[in-house]
């Protein structure tokens, strides 16, 4: 690959070009529509692979080439290819994020639209062995002006239906007739008119026409995984319900335990399959759009007694996608339900606990009133107690000043002496608790 820096013009050299500038440039160039002109008919398959197998694709890109004689590519990390495969015919390759696109395109007159011979022909001499699962095959009869017109009897009777859907697309320069089912071969079939040769470009209205069958088949993709996830939904919901309403109940802690257990593994149980299929949902949204559009650039006007493809998509696939959407907000819905019901229960369980708090609070404040009328009572006693050893004490003094020849009666002494005793001892325990009581805790050693 060659530097952008150097197909810069002399001035832009001596800028620092930005290193993705080439890649980001090129990428609105990548999927050219091709230039083919009617007559032609155009097989169209889908492999859905997954990433991890695009080497494997482009192995087989490079053995159909050997196949046809054609110079293998080098597709490193290409995601699309083509090449001319013969005279009358081309192949292109595409590689998507999910799935792989193989369209031959096979220019020459023909008479029968779509012939057994041509299936037959790619299917055992070319296509054995593409990795992937097929999800889309798709044949395109594309029929110049010079044809011979085909009525409404004949039209129906090549694709042996009655439920024929057609219009008239591309600002009337074409006419495109389906019934979008896989007939006995396995193929859908889509037979296009060429009004003016000069009017349009063929290849243009080929893509949008397999974009068409594509996207619609790669937006429902989902829609299986959400049938089958309707009455698992309904069983979760029902769950939800019934917890809810035990919630209502008297407050139990041992039963919001249990509830609380059970809400958690439903959200988890939620969370799992919103995880598996969020992917689902969003690509699917995405090829939706994309159908919607390719049905726009179509600009369908109608054919007498014919409905239009849009109006065959709006009755039978944007129902299913419509499920599908509902199914992912119904999902959606039960997830945010079961974080309001365990927010619920967790206030609740907060309020119990907030009130047992407060029970315990005013418990401990009462032993804690009682505690201190007991030391008080005990303080007081305790005056007693120390007044009672320190005036005995006080007494063997008095006895032996009065030995010693001092004149005291030592009775009369020593009862004069208890209420100073006493009182002293009663400032002493009272500036002692103020000392305490000043003290900030933390700082007592």
């Not at 893509?207 to 989902?222: N, P």
């Not at 689902?280 to 939706?288: D, E, L, N, Q, T």
Request: aromatic share 8%.
């Amino acid at each position: 690959m060659n530097d952008p820096a150097d197909r810069a013009t002399p001035p832009l050299r001596e800028l620092n070009i930005y290193p993705l500038r080439d890649t980001l440039d090129r990428e609105f160039h990548a999927r050219p529509y091709e230039n083919v002109q009617p007559p032609l008919r155009v097989i169209h398959l889908v492999m859905v692979s997954e990433p991890s197998k695009t080497g494997k694709m482009h192995e087989h890109v490079v053995r159909l080439c050997q196949h046809f004689g054609v110079a293998a590519p080098v597709l490193d990390n290409a995601a699309h290819f083509s090449t001319r495969c013969s005279e009358t015919m081309s192949l292109k390759w595409e590689r998507h994020q999910e799935f792989s696109t193989y369209t031959f395109f096979i220019s020459g007159a023909f008479y029968e639209p779509f012939s057994d011979a041509l299936e037959t022909l790619l299917l055992t001499t070319s296509l054995g062995g593409i990795p992937g699962d097929l999800l889309v095959a798709t044949q395109i009869a594309f029929e110049p002006a010079s044809a011979p017109a085909r009525s409404l009897e004949q039209l129906h009777e090549i694709f042996g239906t009655a439920n024929l859907v057609g219009s008239e697309v591309s600002s009337g320069n074409a006419s495109v007739f389906s019934d979008f089912l896989a007939c006995q071969g396995g193929f859908s079939r889509i037979l296009v008119r060429d009004h003016n040769p000069t009017g349009h470009q063929p290849g243009r209205l080929v893509q949008h026409l397999l974009d068409i069958e594509t996207y619609r088949a790669m937006a429902i993709l989902g829609f299986p995984r959400m049938r089958s996830l309707t009455q698992e939904l309904s069983r979760m919901e029902q769950h939800l319900s019934d917890l809810t309403a035990s919630m209502s109940q008297d407050t139990d802690h041992e039963r919001d335990k249990q509830i609380l257990k059970e809400l958690m593994r439903l959200a988890g149980e939620t969370e799992h399959i919103s995880a598996s299929s969020s992917y689902r949902f969003s690509a699917g949204r995405a090829y939706h759009a994309l159908v919607q559009h390719r049905l726009e650039e179509l600009r369908e006007t109608r054919i007498d007694g014919l409905p239009l493809i849009r109006e065959f998509l709006e009755r039978r696939f944007s129902p299913a996608m419509r499920t599908i959407e509902a199914a992912h907000e119904r999902l959606e819905r039960l997830s945010q339900r079961v974080a309001r019901a365990a927010t619920l229960l967790r206030t609740t369980v907060d309020v119990a606990l907030a009130e047992q708090n407060s029970s315990l609070l005013t418990s401990m404040d009462q032993r804690v009133k009682l505690q201190l009328r007991l030391q008080e009572m005990v303080e007081g006693l305790s005056i007693v107690v120390i007044g009672y050893y320190l005036t005995g004490l006080l007494g063997y003094g008095y006895k032996a000043l009065a030995r010693l020849g001092v004149p005291i009666d030592v009775d009369i002494t020593i009862a004069a002496t208890i209420p100073f005793v006493l009182l002293g001892i009663w400032l002493t325990v009272r500036w002692r608790r103020k000392k305490l009581m000043e003290t900030p805790p933390g700082t007592l050693s």
